[in-house]
């Protein structure tokens, strides 16, 4: 067996380029999904594959790429391949999946991670992120066949395969949405902004966006590299962010900003402030109440604010809260689909999408629902984002990690104590209820939480916190860091 086995995480099976995720890597993993597709009987199967701008992911399929042993082996198991022309977006795939009705979409993309990482994600036949029986089912398959599978060249089959593009498509069908759900037009760009594009596969799609633009934009980051400019191409990494606001303080401008795949979105107001993912789906609730459009139901994660909570228990919505992961969300995206009402869901670490959009997240619908208001009601996004505070109160929320050994054992959460008498004495606050579901989520007397998990991308143990008070987020966070730090040095 491989030392480090194939593993499917949060979102997608991750690993570093020449080690983890090699071309080896993707025959193997490309090879179970053509078995579980025989397994379930598919007639005729069809996937559509979409990619981002990481090294390995070549439009052109040249031979050391990761793109062309994947295509070469689904195709030479005649299994139908629709391959995107160019770089191409999680949520375009997402859409194209449930729209033309493919078996399977597949991404080659390690969304966030640092240049060094490469990935391959899967969607199931509605579009969603794969749930874990089907990742589970292609992982143990890929971790068998890196022991059996021989090494052998193959050469796509030209007659399971097409190039296709749906940029044109997806910006349709963004339209419709806003026109016909949110009752807003496509934004007119006639003001000033600052857009950071990770050098990722949101730039042809922004740039159609844009082309008719009247006002100014501050392009950064928007040409294609697969080293993201020598920088972290997260959109919330802090030397980035410090940049975005700078620009943002300097022109008096909104910011916004997609990671590589495009399935993440951060907003930044006219004044260099961070409006939340939760705070930017406050303000899409609101509105859609006052505009009389229902929002029938909303999902969110234990790592979310309880802002999203205060919101909807204002307008008496539905509020289902998950363990972390879009794949966990789309369930109630699509329960809403079937229950004919609209569904929302929103992740803390940037993650949005709509039941009437796509199951898997978007980094393109919440921008534009947002730049739709501001135009429709002629109002600032500082001032959208005040009136949320002005009506639910504020919340401070604060994230840091620690990095561990690679695949960390899940024990290492055990350092935490679990009980709420313990925790209280470290935290030096009232513990009312420890939730263990998906890490160790703690949850105050004083409606404070804070949260440990492992990362189901990255090695790391991932530490969140929030509070009314940005001094008391940030103390619970050191106190947890200190206590993994001190017993990993140890």
């Known amino acids: 067996m491989l030392t480090s086995p194939i593993h499917f995480g949060t979102s997608g099976y991750r690993g570093i380029i020449g080690s983890t995720f090699t071309q080896r890597h993707v025959v193997v993993l490309a090879t179970a999904i053509v078995q579980y597709l025989k397994y379930k009987k598919i007639s005729n199967p069809s996937v559509f594959i979409g990619y981002d701008t990481r090294t390995g992911n070549s439009p052109s399929l040249a031979d050391n790429s990761y793109t062309h042993p994947l295509v070469a082996c689904l195709t030479n198991h005649r299994i139908r391949v629709d391959f995107s022309e160019t770089f191409c977006p999680t949520p375009v795939v997402s859409w194209a999946v449930r729209e033309h009705a493919y078996d399977l979409g597949i991404i080659l993309s390690a969304s966030h991670n640092p240049p060094n990482y490469n990935g391959l994600k899967i969607n199931d036949d509605t579009g969603a992120p794969a749930p874990i029986q089907l990742t589970t089912w292609i992982a143990d398959a890929a971790n068998v066949l890196m022991d059996t599978l021989s090494n052998k060249s193959l050469s796509i089959s030209k007659d399971f395969f097409k190039t ?9 069908h963004l339209h419709r949405v806003l026109v016909h759900t949110f009752g807003l037009d496509l934004p007119s760009f006639s003001d000033t902004y600052v857009i950071d594009l990770k050098c990722g596969s949101a730039i042809g799609i922004w740039q159609q966006l844009t082309q008719d633009h009247t006002g100014t934009i501050h392009w950064r980051n928007n040409n ?28 008096v401008c909104i ?38 459009i229902p929002v029938g139901s909303v999902a969110t994660t234990l790592a979310n604010s309880v802002l999203v909570k205060q919101v909807c228990a204002a307008h008496h919505i539905r509020v289902k809260e998950t363990c972390i ?40 619908l919440p921008i534009l629902v947002i730049l739709g208001i501001m135009q429709k009601t002629n109002a ?32 290492l959460l055990q350092i935490v104590p679990n009980t709420p008498e313990r925790l209280s004495e470290l935290l030096h606050s009232d513990v009312r209820e420890v939730i263990t579901k998906d890490g160790i989520k703690i949850l105050f007397t004083n409606h404070d ?18 509070s009314r008070t940005p001094t008391k987020a940030h103390a619970y966070i050191q106190t947890l860091k200190a206590i993994f730090s001190k017993a990993l040095d140890g």
Request: hydrophobic share 40%; proline share 4%.
């Open 255 to 292: 910011g916004f900003a997609n990671d590589p795949d495009a399935d993440r979105h951060l907003m930044i107001d006219e004044y260099g402030e961070i409006v939340s993912p939760e705070k930017i789906t406050a303000i899409i609730i609101d509105y859609m109440m006052a505009a009389t």
């Open 449 to 466: 939480w804070a949260l440990v998990r492992l990362s189901g991308t990255e090695p790391v143990i991932r530490l969140y916190a929030e």
């Open 224 to 251: 294609y590299s697969s080293d993201f400019n020598f920088k972290i191409p997260n959109p919330t990494d802090p030397e980035s962010l410090a940049a975005m606001q700078a620009d943002c303080k300097q022109y």
């Open 380 to 411: 600032r996004l500082h001032d959208l984002a005040k009136a949320i505070d002005a009506r639910y109160g504020t919340y401070s929320f604060s994230e840091d990690h620690l990095v561990v050994s690679e695949h960390a054992p899940e024990r």
């Open 164 to 172: 296709v593009s749906y940029t044109n498509a997806f910006i349709d």
């Open 325 to 364: 992961g879009f794949k966990y969300i789309a369930d109630s995206l699509k329960s809403a689909t079937s229950r004919h009402i609209i569904g929302l869901g929103v992740e803390s670490s940037g993650g949005f999408s709509a039941s009437i959009h796509t199951y898997d997240k978007c980094g393109f």
